[in-house]
């Protein structure tokens, strides 16, 4: 199985030439970004799946209805098997505008069982700022169940202790990113990479006239831009179609121990090695035998240990890697050793640790 993923690899590397890429690809604008909201809330409606009794439910409760205009006894702790406490998560988009709606995130707090058949009661959502940004509201769609038997055995599928409501939280307040009055606009790289980041500066430079745009670091280019909001969307939606030829990526293996899987890029680079990998195997037998005494002697039936134990080495014989130029040779060279996917974790780790093996190995 590994033969044919390194094989389809090395496919794919020599036959994948190098193209072009539109600058919106390799990353995005300073301040153009989704803000986390998070509130805290009650669903109701539950068919015995709730929280019961538990305090914080019991106070989340009295909140609720003092809000609308009624009030518990106190002393008084209903029963809230129909109710659960609960966090509602939500993403803000980059100009999102009130009245505009919002996916939701809905997960248990508490010891509620299940949130399928629920409803969430009206939210505000909060941003780091402590501010609302967002109203949520609606009914649960729950994946996953839940049921149990009275000598308690029970069986979950998925998880209904958490569920989602398209649409379920309107915004309210918009965030200011003040890319219309910031003195310049900052493109920042998804990934840190000089070369790319000179490339990007220099296709704006060719498109907009020198001096346009400065590379500050790896990963930030700083474009100098007229004030004025429509002007400075114009020319953002410009340059995040130009289209550079981003840097190769550094020459890494990254290795997940765990399930055997081993990907390799293209920039990886072998130099001259002598590998051999041999399998040391010890058995051990164990076996009883009764000792049956000769008749009417006066001797008893015993129980008899015999154990055996073997020793056995693989042979396999010392390979030569040859210094490789190219994805498709280290993979020949990994087919040739014929290493197992616990195997090759170490004989790369080996070869990395020779200094064979020029790349950054990375073992999940």
Do not use: W
Not at 81 to 104: C, H, R, S, W, Y
Not at 109 to 118: A, E, F, I, P, Q
Request: hydrophobic share 45%; with cysteine; aromatic share 4%.
């Amino acid at each position: 199985m590994i033969r044919l993923c390194l094989a389809a690899l090395a496919l794919l590397a020599a036959a994948a030439p190098a193209s072009a890429q539109r600058v919106k690809d390799l990353g995005g604008f300073q301040g153009i970004r989704t803000n986390q909201l998070t509130g805290y809330g009650i669903v109701v409606g539950l068919p015995g799946t709730g929280d019961d009794n538990l305090e914080y439910t019991v106070q989340s409760m009295k909140s609720v209805t003092s809000r609308l205009g009624l009030q518990l006894p106190s002393g008084v702790a209903p029963g809230l098997k129909n109710a659960a406490v609960v966090m509602v998560t939500a993403e803000l988009p980059a100009f999102a505008k009130p009245g505009q709606k919002l996916d939701i995130t809905v997960s248990s707090m508490g010891k509620s069982k299940s949130l399928r058949g629920g409803t969430l009661i009206l939210t505000p959502l909060q941003g780091a700022d402590g501010q609302i940004y967002a109203m949520a509201q609606g009914n649960l769609a729950v994946g996953g169940l839940g049921a149990e038997g009275k000598d308690g055995s029970q069986i979950v599928v998925n998880t209904p202790s958490s569920g989602r409501i398209p649409e379920g939280a309107t915004v309210e307040r918009t965030v200011d990113t003040g890319f219309d009055r910031s003195p310049f606009l900052t493109f920042n790289l998804a990934r840190a990479d000089f070369t790319t980041a000179q490339r990007v500066q220099d296709a704006i430079n060719t498109r907009f006239g020198g001096g346009r745009a400065r590379a500050i670091d790896g990963v930030s280019i700083a474009v100098s831009a007229p004030a004025g909001a429509d002007i400075r969307a114009e020319l953002m939606s410009e340059i995040e179609n130009l289209t550079v030829e981003a840097a190769e990526a550094p020459a890494r293996v990254i290795v997940n121990a765990r399930t055997g899987t081993v990907v390799i890029n293209s920039a990886v680079r072998v130099t001259p090695a002598a590998v051999t990998h041999g399998k040391l195997t010890v058995r051990i037998d164990e076996r009883q035998e009764a000792s049956q005494p000769a008749p009417f002697s006066k001797g008893e039936t015993v129980m008899e240990q015999h154990s055996g134990v073997g020793v056995e080495e693989e042979k396999r014989p010392m390979f030569l890697i040859e210094p490789g130029p190219k994805l498709a040779d280290v993979v020949k060279a990994v087919n040739a050793i014929g290493a197992s996917p616990a195997d090759l974790v170490a004989i790369l780790e080996a070869l990395k640790e020779a200094g064979a093996l020029k790349a950054e190995l990375i073992i999940l």
